[in-house]
């Protein structure tokens, strides 16, 4: 019985050893989290992390509010910083409705109206933009200001056919050195994987809210569904910039330096070389055809360009982005 006994405990540590169970994890972050009804059935996540002075509300794409964790408490001292998780994300409802960006404006409204929200400043990234640009022209009159995180993007000035990616583009993307493929044996690995590729990394609970975690710490399946991802993409819309009737603070992308970008990704050819100049020039002419459009419509628009930056900004551009967010804020009347 003592030889029946002692093999079960090997075996048993030996399945610890091999399938070890991940520790248990909280969320630090400094905010308080509840959900906001927004619609028959629909309520949405929102973050509240507190601070003094105008509400300050934080607007995603693809993502959770959890996006801005680390930027977030930085804001505080110019206003109370709320974060919203539209629907089909997160821990916010996920209806089979109300996707398109009009829908998801008024979805913003109906928060700011909920908790009492006053004249708040939103800032968005991604489709938090289209957010922006559709409560800026239709209920002004609720915010006193637009901040745009790499968001404020009209695809109909882009100056060449097929849209924002012409067939000639395509090829010379496909020429491009092929990025590291993601590591997911870990959190700490895939955020490396983020930082080494992209110049940024997710918070951890952002991680956490996009991904399944297995019982090994590795990550799982993505959980934003592609009809939700779907929906959103085809419910975009133009914005319509001239009915903004607030002061607006647009901060865009630049790429870096052409000569860093060869020195850091070392073409092996003629041809991955070609790509990375005309990728440094598509980047450039974005963002220039897309800051002028919004210069057009609205003169009095701040615009700032911060190099080495991506659609995720304020991850990428930090302390740019928190200081040009302060100074704004703090200018508003």
């Known amino acids: 019985m003592s030889r029946v006994l002692s093999r079960g405990i090997v075996l048993t540590l030996t399945c610890v050893t091999i399938f070890p169970q991940e520790p248990t994890w909280r969320d630090t972050s ?12 629909v309520k949405l996540e929102v973050l509240d992390w507190g601070g003094a002075g105008r509400p300050i509300v934080l607007l995603g794409g693809y993502t959770t509010a959890h996006i801005f964790d680390d930027i977030a408490a930085k804001l505080t001292g110019a206003g109370h910083v709320y974060g919203i998780t539209r629907r089909g994300i997160g ?5 089979n409705r109300g ?10 409204v109906r928060v700011l109206d909920a908790l009492k929200l006053q004249k708040p400043v939103l800032m968005g990234y991604s489709f938090g933009g ?4 559709v409560i800026g022209a239709e209920h002004s009159k609720r915010i006193v200001g637009l901040i745009y995180l790499n968001s404020a993007e009209d ?3 882009w100056p060449f056919p097929n849209g924002p990616i012409s067939t000639d583009e395509k090829e010379w993307r496909g020429q491009l050195p092929a990025a590291a493929p993601a590591d997911r044996t870990s959190i700490p690995a895939y955020r490396a994987w983020q930082k080494a590729t992209n110049n940024m990394a997710f ?21 934003v569904s592609k009809q939700v991802r779907d929906l959103m993409f085809a419910g975009r819309v133009a914005p319509d910039y001239g009915r903004i009737r607030v002061p607006v603070l647009a901060l ?10 060869l020195n850091k990704y070392q073409p092996q050819s003629k041809q991955q070389a070609a790509a990375l100049g ?7 002419l974005w963002a220039a055809v897309n800051s002028h459009a919004l210069r057009r419509a609205l003169p009095n628009a701040k615009i700032v360009y911060l190099p080495g930056g991506n659609n995720y900004i304020f991850l990428t551009n930090e302390e740019a982005v928190v200081r040009e967010t302060l100074g704004f804020v703090v200018s508003l009347k």
């Open 203 to 223: 918070p951890e609970s952002e991680v956490r809210q996009l991904n399944t975690v297995n019982a090994d710490g590795s990550l799982g399946s993505y959980l």
């Open 99 to 108: 996707y398109t960006a009009h829908e998801s404006g008024e979805d913003v």
């Open 278 to 284: 005309a990728e440094y020039v598509r980047n450039q």
């Open 252 to 261: 865009f992308e630049m790429p870096l330096p052409l000569s860093e970008q």
């Open 130 to 133: 289209q957010d922006l640009s």
């Open 155 to 157: 695809e109909r000035v």
């Open 30 to 41: 400094p905010h308080r989290a509840h959900l906001v009804s927004v619609d028959d059935g």
């Open 91 to 95: 821990l916010s409802s996920r209806p």
